[in-house]
Structures are given as structure tokens and as C-alpha cells.
């Protein structure tokens, strides 16, 4: 394998991480070695974390990294101490899934071109067998290849550990999850939606499913101040930018779109941004062919920039095909949606999506009714993917009104069969919890 393509700030992090996680370093130690790293001193580190490792089973502490330092020559120590300080200087490694995500993606590239050229040259001398034997073992180690830490919990031995990490979630409640702007459902799922977590809701067409999702991210970035990239796979992404600034500024859509925003609430709207920069990104990808792997181009691209959002909005899922060949649009709804879902899980990052609800009957839009999960469009299989899911309802003289009745269904640890009513200001693109008291209706 060739010589890594990271730079020094990249290989330096390589090597703090597998000082730092076990299960990184003995992936890192399984397909990597000293001659990968471009600079001398890293090189030297990464044999150091080698032998020690085979010796205790453990990766060197700082304290062991500095004296082993001290004891090389001394035109050596010099040369080498400078390097090893900024390895330990990093400290806890912030992007850690990033390091990982991408040094899977170099190994296999890797191995594929050497299999490839391999394979190649025994094919060209006529030894097709043995040129096809090549790319099938190398696609088995592929496969292999992972520097993740592998799902495995010993229940009796981590009991302490478990339930000291649950009073510090209780702790941390607030940045940890996400308000759904409806307090009792918040209260009924646990703080509301939490890193990790996939949440959808669904509803005929042109009844606010991206009104919703626009409110989430004003949540997220308003209320949490926490990074958000918003994905938009059908439209524009202008469009989207001006619901967002009329729901920030609370100024009438039409004037936002016309540049026409009251000169105070632009002054307001202005300030209240720049205390905001850099915390949410608007990403449109318009095409047919949507996948998992346009998503994660995006996230790799973000995080190359500094931003590592910590809350997703896919505007909407629907519209995501699964990767590869499938027979028709129930599986490209499936495959995406569970391709959706391991990304969410992959990344520690919380979700808003939303579904298309079946094609309203005739009456649909007059009679007041409430949409079930038995009325999502096209594949109810979605409804078992992900971690909570509920619906907006409203007649044509509620959306006249103002007002919506959101249903939530459902959630991971157990039913919710709630209702509220909410009230929806198209004009300023903003939804709340209504202050009347609501009648729950027969679902």
C-alpha cells in the first residue's frame, strides 16, 4: 500500500487517536505500518505504539511517548520531540468518526488499485483465473476492512460503567437531544429527538411537511446553538433560505422575498445572523439518482471545512433511492430509508425527515380525520426503520385558519397517540403548540 495521501496535521491525529482508543489502534496496527507515514518522526511513533502494544496489550501514555523521546540520540531527540508534542497536544480527538471514515476509504482504495494492477497484468498473459481470484479476494478484504469498535457488550462486567453513563446523560439532557417545539412531547420522549435518532412526519401534499422541518432547524440553531445542514432533494435552496429568514425575523414571507423586510426587524434579523455564522449550512441536490453516498460527500466536504453539523434535515426522504439495483419504488424507499438511518447512527448526529402520506380520498381536505401510519405512501416498512414518526393534519378551513393538529404516533421506547393542536402561520413560516385546549379525536 502506497504512502498516506493525508497531510502531517491528518497523520499526527491517526496517531493520538490510536493512543486514545484501543479498538482504533488495533485496527490501525491490522492495516497500517511505520513506512505509510511521510514524515520520519511519525514513522518512529507509529513503531513505538506497535512494539508497546504487542508488549502490554496498551497504547503508550504521554509520560512513556516523552521518556522515550529523552533516550534517543541526542540530534535524534531533538528532531522527534518537537513532532511528538504536537501529537500529544491534540488532546481528545474531536473528529475521530471523520478519521476513521476516511482512513477505511484509503485502505480500500488501496486495495483495490494494487489488486486491480495485479489482476491486470495476470489477465494480459492470459491467466484469467488467477486474475479473477484476485479481485475476489481482494473484494473479501474490503469487506474486512473497518476501524470502527466493534458493537460488543459484556452485560454483567459494564453495569457500572452503563449506569454511570446514564446519570450523565440525565445530566446533559439538554445537549443531547433536540426540543421538538411541543413540550409534553419532549416530556414523553425523553428531552425530544437525540443524537443518533431518526424522526419523520408525514402528510398530504402541500401541507407543511418543509414548514415543519424549517421549524426544527430554527430550533436547532436558535434555541440549541448547534451546527445544522439542511438538505434540500426537490427544489431550491433560495427558496428555503427565504423561509428560514422570515421565520427568523418573523416579517411577512412575501416582503422577505421581495427584499422588503421592515428596516428594524432587518437590523434585528442582521445582528441575531451574525451571532449565528457558520452554524447552518443549506445544501440543495437536485437529482433522480439521490443516495446515501451524494449525503455523506456532503458531511465529508463540511468537515474538511470545520463544520460537523449535529443536527440533519433531509427535505424529504422520499426522494432517495437505495443503492443499487431494486425492483421498483417501494425498495428504493426501504434501502434509502435504512441507508438514511445507519448514516444518522454513524455520524451521532440527530434527524428530521419527512414522507409523503397516500393520496388523499375526495373529501380528504374537508372532513377533519387523522393520518395513521397505515396511511404512509408507498412503503410501510419505513415505519419500522425509524426512531419516531408522526403526522400533520389539517382541513382546508383549518389551513384557513391557521391551524394544524399534529398526531404523534409513535417512538422507539413506546407509543405515543397523542394530539395537539398547532397553530401554522404560513405568512411568517412559523409553528407552535396552540394555548386553547384540544379535544383528542378517534384516530
Not at 460537523?308 to 433511492?321: F, N, Q, T, W
Amino acid at each position: 500500500m502506497q504512502a498516506l495521501t493525508f497531510d502531517n496535521a491528518f497523520q499526527r491525529a491517526i496517531l493520538r487517536l490510536m493512543m486514545v482508543d484501543g479498538a482504533f489502534c488495533v485496527r490501525a496496527l491490522q492495516w497500517l505500518d511505520a513506512s505509510h507515514f511521510t514524515v520520519e518522526p511519525l514513522g518512529w511513533m507509529f513503531r513505538l505504539i506497535e512494539d508497546y502494544f504487542a508488549t502490554y496489550a496498551a497504547a503508550p501514555t504521554d509520560t512513556v511517548l516523552r521518556e522515550c523521546v529523552r533516550r534517543l540520540a541526542t540530534d535524534k531527540a531533538l528532531r522527534y520531540s518537537s513532532e511528538v508534542e504536537l501529537v500529544i497536544s491534540i488532546g481528545d480527538v474531536a473528529e475521530a468518526g471523520f478519521i476513521r471514515a476516511e482512513l477505511s476509504e484509503f485502505v480500500k482504495q488501496a486495495i483495490f488499485a494494487r489488486a486491480h494492477q495485479e489482476s491486470a497484468d495476470l489477465f494480459n498473459r492470459g491467466k484469467r483465473t488467477e486474475a479473477y481470484d484476485i479481485m475476489a479476494r481482494a473484494q473479501e478484504r474490503i469487506q474486512d476492512v473497518s476501524f470502527e469498535e466493534e458493537d460488543r457488550i459484556w452485560l454483567f462486567d459494564s453495569f457500572s460503567d452503563r449506569n454511570r453513563e446514564r446519570i450523565r446523560e440525565q445530566l446533559d439532557i439538554v445537549s443531547r437531544c433536540f426540543t421538538t417545539g411541543i413540550p409534553e412531547l419532549d416530556r414523553l420522549t425523553d428531552g425530544g429527538v437525540h443524537h443518533g435518532e431518526l424522526w419523520v412526519v408525514f402528510a398530504y401534499a402541500k401541507r407543511c411537511k418543509t414548514t415543519w422541518l424549517i421549524n426544527q432547524g430554527f430550533g436547532a440553531t436558535r434555541v440549541h446553538r448547534k451546527k445544522t445542514v439542511h438538505f434540500v432533494l426537490e427544489g431550491h435552496g433560495r427558496q428555503v433560505a427565504s423561509r428560514y429568514d422570515a421565520c427568523f425575523s418573523r416579517e411577512h414571507y412575501q416582503k422577505v422575498k421581495a427584499g422588503q423586510i421592515d428596516p428594524a426587524l432587518d437590523a434585528a434579523l442582521r445582528q441575531e445572523y451574525e451571532t449565528l455564522r457558520r452554524m447552518c449550512v443549506i445544501r440543495t441536490i437536485n437529482s433522480w439518482e439521490i443516495n446515501i453516498l451524494d449525503l455523506e460527500k456532503e458531511l465529508h466536504y463540511l468537515k474538511s471545512q470545520g463544520f460537523k453539523p449535529e443536527m440533519m434535515i433531509v427535505d424529504y426522504m422520499d426522494l432517495g433511492r437505495a443503492r443499487g439495483r431494486v425492483e421498483g419504488e417501494r425498495d428504493h424507499q426501504i434501502g434509502f430509508a435504512r441507508d438514511l438511518k445507519r448514516l444518522v447512527n454513524n455520524e451521532e448526529v440527530a434527524c428530521w425527515s419527512a414522507w409523503q402520506a397516500q393520496r388523499p380520498a375526495k373529501n380528504a381536505h374537508t372532513k377533519r380525520h387523522l393520518l395513521t401510519s397505515a396511511n404512509v405512501a408507498d412503503a410501510y416498512a419505513k415505519v419500522r426503520i425509524v426512531d419516531a414518526y408522526g403526522s400533520l393534519n389539517a382541513t382546508d378551513e383549518e389551513m384557513e385558519a391557521g391551524t394544524m393538529r399534529l398526531f404523534w404516533e409513535g417512538h422507539r421506547d413506546a407509543p405515543v397517540n397523542q394530539i395537539w393542536e398547532i397553530t401554522n402561520d404560513l405568512s411568517r413560516m412559523r409553528m407552535a403548540t396552540s394555548s386553547r385546549p384540544y379535544q383528542a379525536e378517534v384516530a
